[in-house]
């Protein structure tokens, strides 16, 4: 079955600093991927999303992640931390088949963390 | 145009009664998912209905969860009894997928807080 793995449950960076959030996946199947962000009492708001063709995928507020098959990874990163950023990202991999298709597996997420 | 909507933001009860949980999805979306999230297990999908048929309910804990979906613009999940581990952010998020083959992307609502004491 499909898995995700998001290295780092908490990261602390300073403001202006590389923001980089570690996500592995597992899937059998060519894989949807996809990072969520969660601000404090809030729903889950999509940043970006891979389906098929361009390995770096730019979403909003000025986060990147890449698809590395190879490395079965799907890193965040942004260039310059906001103190805005801070909030619990997620990463998730789609189902591999039949009725699990359209489902989602999320990794535990990583509190990011902003320091001025 | 108005996101998924969920009621009621929050919800405490006592040990074994009835909760009942509301969603509506975003108008034209064709399915519908309900989550759990909790410190201990993170997100968790419980099940999810394409075309307002449940597709999957293989994350629903138990006989004491059921959820409905009467129509393309209502869902209900209840738990009757409730229990307090039960305790959790319960999420109701939808995407435009028309079939259960579709992988689109999902918009979840802002989720309720349910506390059972």
């Known amino acids: 079955a499909q898995s995700v793995t998001q290295l780092g449950s908490h990261v602390s960076v300073s403001e202006g600093a590389l923001v980089l959030l570690r996500c592995n996946y597992s899937?059998?199947?060519?894989?949807?991927l996809f990072w969520y962000v969660q601000y404090p009492n809030q729903g889950l708001q999509l940043l970006l999303k891979?389906?098929?063709?361009?390995?770096l995928v730019k979403g909003i507020n000025g986060f990147e992640a890449e698809f590395k098959k190879s490395e079965t990874s799907f890193h965040l990163t942004k260039p310059s931390a906001h103190m805005s950023d801070a909030a619990e990202y997620f990463c998730?991999?789609?189902?591999?088949?039949?009725?699990?298709?359209?489902?989602?597996?999320f990794g535990q997420g990583t509190i990011l963390t902003v320091h001025p | 145009d108005a996101g998924v909507i969920q009621s009621p933001r929050h919800e405490v009860t006592e040990m074994g009664q009835e909760v009942t949980l509301r969603c509506k999805p975003i108008?034209?979306?064709?399915?519908l998912f309900w989550y759990r999230q909790t410190m201990m297990r993170g997100l968790e999908l419980l099940i999810y209905?394409?075309?307002?048929?449940?597709?999957?309910d293989s994350g629903m804990p138990e006989d004491r969860f059921s959820a409905k979906m009467p129509n393309a613009s209502f869902s209900t999940l209840k738990i009757q009894p409730s229990e307090p581990r039960d305790s959790a952010v319960y999420f109701c998020?939808?995407?435009?997928?028309?079939?259960?083959?579709?992988?689109?992307?999902?918009?979840f609502g802002p989720g309720t807080r349910l506390t059972v004491l």
């Open positions: 108008s034209g979306h064709n399915s």
């Open positions: 899937s059998s199947v060519p894989p949807y």
């Open positions: 998730a991999v789609s189902g591999e088949g039949g009725t699990s298709y359209g489902k989602l597996t």
């Open positions: 998020a939808s995407s435009l997928s028309r079939s259960w083959l579709s992988r689109d992307t999902q918009y």
């Open positions: 891979y389906t098929t063709g361009a390995t």
């Open positions: 209905f394409n075309n307002n048929v449940p597709i999957d």
